[in-house]
């Protein structure tokens, strides 16, 4: 893990060895990760769990099950990350849960067991904004040092760029996620949901050859999926369609392969995220982007970004599945530079929220104030 | 980029055609010698690596040496935006760093806006293209200029006055524009 000092900013550097526990459990991953911040300002991750619940072909995952799966296996999951990184609960000094946004039923099941911890063992704990760790996880690891950020995934499609302690949203999408929309179509072609639909449609894509015509629905800086899923799944009714990929007589040449609308979609969505991306890069002058989120390890979008970077002078910053899938050491990282700028949950404000439940508790990405940068 | 040349004739400030080599794909356009918007503003960023011309220190607004004051600059936006609407051509990328604002070639004239980088731009008469326009540049404002919501209230303000009788429509599906996007409002 590479050691990064950080030299400038409001963030000190702490007197003594700092750990930090974090939970996730937004959607169908579980994760627990333990991180050390050092006196030298450098950070270290000690370990970094995660189980994901993993429903048959065709199937999303519901959040009942999800929570369920949360509970089951919360203990092993945490248990295995205390045991790799070798402390106890009692060496913490803060435990750091995903607050939000998210879906609601696994949200409070891994609310709860951070609660319980925190009380079974006197630690103050850290509510952290899931969009927040994925950034700040991603700075962490990649050195970036003020990127354009893209943050892309099955729950979230997001153009950032941080200003004035704030991350601000440039452009997102108006309906969908991106990740969403892969997945939904991974189901519709009955593709594996191990280890994500996401991947199978990347693997998928790499054997398309045609490129089919699909809507291209950027909107201003935001963009729009939901008409492109659709779009995609009329090909499945198409007359050339194949669902086993093969041609049904021997003159059978024009046809289409799940294949080829997976490479599609992905084209189709993938230039429609470099585009926006491009844009505000343009705008704000950076000449750094910072892939985060599931998506963010397919290797077709940071290709696609690579290039677009590449012309304008700038270069992608990307993480593989470790750290680009939600995991649980991007909520301690956030949440322990939190704690280190004094800000920690107390146990009855350490609720959760899915999206924007009230109005004076609304949980967008630029609603959280970054203390910790200057 | 026939756009240019159309939108010069409808009066609209545009960087002037030099030269088209369509076979080589070249396109020679004027030099303005000026400044983008987005530099006369005061921005939030965090400075990038380059800085910013290295020496614009905050103590000097970098609006004074144009003699303008940060109102009369929206007004300008507004009315040239305005202006291009009124020829049908919707620039699809606005941002203050697409604007430019020209250094007046004599002491007694006044400074000129002009919009750049049509890369983006396209030809139509909707309600729905010119309001979304209108949304991308608030929310650059909003993304790039701290407290910047009476300073995009004046440009607008100009652009409703240069429209006219389209700016009814047009007020009423900007407002639905805004309410796009997820986890919003206080719904669902």
Redesign the interface.
């Known amino acids: 893990m590479p050691a990064l000092l950080k030299q400038f900013g409001p963030l000190k550097n702490p007197d003594h060895p700092l750990l930090a526990l974090g939970l996730e459990g937004s959607a169908n991953k579980l994760g627990a990760g333990v991180i050390k911040h050092a006196p030298d300002g450098s950070s270290m991750v000690l370990s970094n769990v995660r189980h994901t619940y993993i429903t048959p072909p065709g199937e999303g995952f519901q959040p009942r099950d999800t929570a369920l799966h949360h509970r089951q296996w919360a203990f092993k999951v945490i248990r295995e990350a205390l045991d790799s990184a070798g402390i106890s609960l009692s060496d913490l000094d803060c435990i750091c849960y995903t607050k939000g946004p998210g879906m609601g039923a696994p949200l409070q099941s891994v609310a709860l067991i951070a609660r319980t911890l925190s009380l079974l063992h006197d630690k103050p704990l850290v509510g952290v904004n899931h969009c927040v760790g994925h950034i700040e996880m991603g700075r962490e690891i990649t050195g970036a040092k003020n990127p354009v950020v893209l943050y892309v995934s099955g729950g979230n499609t997001q153009v950032i760029a941080y200003s004035r302690q704030c991350y601000r949203i440039f452009g997102e999408t108006l309906d969908i996620a991106v990740g969403n929309c892969l997945d939904r179509f991974a189901r519709v072609l009955n593709l594996s949901n191990s280890p994500s639909p996401g991947y199978n449609i990347e693997q998928e894509a790499k054997r398309g050859k045609r490129l089919v015509s699909l809507p291209y629905t950027t909107k201003g800086m935001d963009i729009s999926l939901s008409g492109i899923l659709t779009a995609i799944e009329a090909y499945t009714q198409d007359k050339r369609f194949r669902p086993d990929g093969l041609p049904k007589f021997t003159d059978d040449q024009d046809i289409i392969t799940p294949a080829d609308l997976c490479f599609s979609l992905q084209e189709t969505v993938f230039s429609m995220l470099v585009e926006i991306t491009e844009r505000a890069m343009a705008h704000i002058g950076s000449k750094e982007v910072l892939i985060v989120g599931g998506v963010g390890c397919n290797e077709r979008l940071q290709e696609m970004m690579g290039i677009m970077a590449r012309e304008r002078d700038g270069q992608v910053f990307a993480t593989d599945e470790r750290f680009c899938i939600d995991n649980g050491i991007m909520i301690a990282q956030a949440g322990l530079l939190g704690y280190r700028m004094g800000m920690t949950t107390p146990l009855t404000k350490s609720t959760c929220t899915q999206r924007i439940e009230i109005k004076f508790d609304r949980f967008r990405t630029d609603e959280v104030h970054v203390t910790w940068r200057a | 980029m026939c756009w240019l040349l159309g939108l010069s004739r409808s009066g609209v400030n545009v960087p002037g055609v030099r030269m088209v080599d369509a076979s080589e794909g070249l396109l020679g356009i004027e030099w303005i010698e000026g400044s983008s918007v987005?530099r006369l503003l005061p921005?939030?960023?965090?400075d990038?690596?380059?800085g910013v011309d290295g020496v614009s220190a905050e103590d000097q607004n970098p609006l004074d040496a144009f003699q303008l004051s940060v109102d009369a600059l929206m007004g300008l936006i507004g009315v040239e935006i305005a202006k291009m609407h009124l020829a049908d051509i919707v620039h699809g990328?606005l941002?203050?760093?697409n604007m430019m604002l020209r250094r007046p070639s004599s002491p007694d004239s006044t400074p000129e806006l002009v919009l750049i980088d049509f890369g983006l731009s396209y030809h139509s008469t909707l309600v729905e293209d010119k309001a979304?326009?209108l949304?991308?540049l608030e929310?650059?404002f909003?993304?790039?200029h701290?407290d910047s919501e009476p300073m995009f209230a004046s440009v607008l303000e100009a652009y409703g006055k240069k429209m006219g009788k389209e700016w009814t429509a047009l007020r009423r599906r900007l407002d639905d524009v805004r309410l796009?996007?997820?986890?919003?409002?206080?719904v669902?």
Not at chain 2, 43 to 46: F, L, P
Not at chain 2, 180 to 186: C, F, L, N
């Open positions: 987005k921005s939030g960023a965090e990038s690596e380059e990328d941002t203050t760093s979304v326009d949304y991308v929310r650059a909003a993304s790039t701290p796009r996007g997820r986890k919003r409002s206080m669902g």
